[in-house]
């Protein structure tokens, strides 16, 4: 078989199972019955936040329709996932943008300068989308690096919370006690906490403050978070006691993520063995049988 005709085979394989899994995903992705249960309580979500808007007023802010007016410039998701991983420059998001431009051009003219354009136009289509893709990966995985820090050290910064509570400070002096305690250990949850005590000393609510903290993170731990401390601050329970609670309940989960994620380990090491390690035994073992048997038949 002609190189080119194989390479070319190999490369049409890969565009299709490329194309048919992201399609399968997609589709998979919108009729998700979790995303449907999910939309479905959007909007009794939306309008619990306009009752509880109506619920806080007080006479000094009277609720008007302005109020309950949702503000109409929303943070695109873009900028918010490059501040996520720190860049925040303004120069970031086009920097990102040139990398989506420069980097499929850079992959799709490479094959065709190092094999030419006859053989090699297919694998640079093939690179190409790949080096269109590859930016997107990128940030998508600092970004799932930066919540899963956060996610692990939050029972860390509980503790810390607690304790400054309970020497006399209050919630929002640990928050920034706590950021500035957390600057080497845990930066990403330290940078998230010291935002959430910019905003309280801006003016903002801290409920308010807190809720943006669970929007930028988006973690399932932190809306519990934020809904504990809604309760507490609703029902005048103990902050102290709330937080300690809170804290055992998210080291709990976070060890058992920790087993989940042993507990995966053999079956995650299953294809590395059958494509790796498995080939090479039976070269090693069988392949001078094979050379023997195959000699002891040409001889005959």
Known sequence: MPIELLVTLVAVFISAAL???TIAARLLSRTAPELRRLRGRKGGGEAQDAGSVVAGATA???VTPASLRKPRTRESSLPRRLAMVGWDTPAAATLYATAQVATPIAFGVAPVMVIGLQPGWLI???TATIGYMLPDMALSRKVAQYKRAIQNGLPDALDLLVVCVEAGSSLDQAILRTSQELEIALPPLAVELKMVSTEIRAGKPRLEAFQNFAKRTNLEDVHALVAMLIHTDRFGTSIGQALR?????LRTKRRQRAEERAGKIGVKLVFPLV???LPALYVVSLGPAIIRLSRALQLR
Request: glycine share 12%; proline share 6%.
């Open 60 to 62: 000094d802010r009277p």
């Open 124 to 126: 640079g289509l093939v």
């Open 19 to 21: 194309i048919s899994g």
């Open 275 to 277: 494509l790796c390690m």
């Open 245 to 249: 609670i809170h804290a055992d309940t």
